[in-house]
């Protein structure tokens, strides 16, 4: 069965104080993976998707990488706006129904 | 361009009750899924659609759930005899098929059963 963690639970940072979110997964072959921002009371907002090991993308402050048991997100020094949830998501191969399996997320919180 | 409209934005019913909620996907999109979101959890698949059918209903928790998408476009989730753990927020998301299109979400439906 495709599982996806993610860690911290939580994570308070000082703005411009650099981190790294974790995301690890377990899929027999992976096809995807998928980070998103979701603020309070909204959907899910795609930032990027990363396919194989290695990979790197970045947009602003938000670098993401991959390997073969998990990606990180890296947030540069944030400011307060980057506070949200953030999810990421696996699409494995043999998935016959092409769903997207979520992880838990980790709620930042980046005080002024 | 317009994406994803979920209607209503928020729904309060009293157990035993129906309800459905809409899914408007972001025009020219074929693939439609739906999730449901707990406070402090990932969303959690429910269902997702390729064109008019359901293509994997895996996730539907149990009979009282339905979906359907007769015209390939906008999507309704109907939920009878409702009960008061069917209480989450219901996301719809739509994306292009094939390859690795990213899912496209739309703010959800806030359901409460009372």
């Known amino acids: 069965e495709d599982q996806v963690t993610q860690s911290p639970e939580a994570l308070r940072l000082q703005e411009g104080e650099s ?15 998928f980070w998103y921002r979701q603020d309070p009371g909204k959907g899910p907002e795609f ?12 947009k602003e402050r938000l670098k993401a990488t991959l390997t073969k048991k998990e990606s990180f997100l890296h947030i540069t020094a944030p400011k307060p706006e980057d506070s949200a949830t953030y999810l990421c998501a696996v699409r494995a ?16 919180s980046v005080l002024p | 361009g317009a994406g994803v409209s979920q209607t209503p934005s928020n729904k309060v019913t009293e157990k ?27 969303p ?19 009979d009282r ?10 999507s ?3 939920i009878q005899r409702t009960e008061r753990g069917d209480s989450a ?18 703010n959800g439906t806030r359901l409460t059963v009372t």
Do not use: M
């Open chain 2, 44 to 62: 959690e698949f429910l269902i997702y659609f390729q064109g008019t059918g359901a293509a994997d209903d895996s996730g539907l928790p149990n």
């Open chain 2, 65 to 74: 759930f339905f979906a359907v998408r007769p015209e390939g476009s906008v």
């Open chain 1, 47 to 58: 930032l990027f998707t990363l396919y194989s090991a290695g990979e790197e993308k970045e």
């Open chain 2, 89 to 106: 927020v219901y996301l719809c998301a739509s994306s292009f098929t094939g390859g690795n299109s990213p899912l496209h979400f739309g």
């Open chain 1, 19 to 33: 981190s790294s979110l974790n995301c690890s997964y377990t899929v027999s072959g992976l096809r995807g993976l």
């Open chain 2, 16 to 42: 035993g009750k129906y309800v459905e909620l809409r899914c408007d996907p972001i025009s020219g999109h074929t693939a439609l899924y739906w999730y449901r979101q707990s406070l402090g959890q990932g």
């Open chain 1, 93 to 108: 191969v043999d998935n016959y129904g092409q769903n997207f399996v979520f992880g838990p997320g980790t709620r930042l």
């Open chain 2, 76 to 78: 309704t989730l109907k």
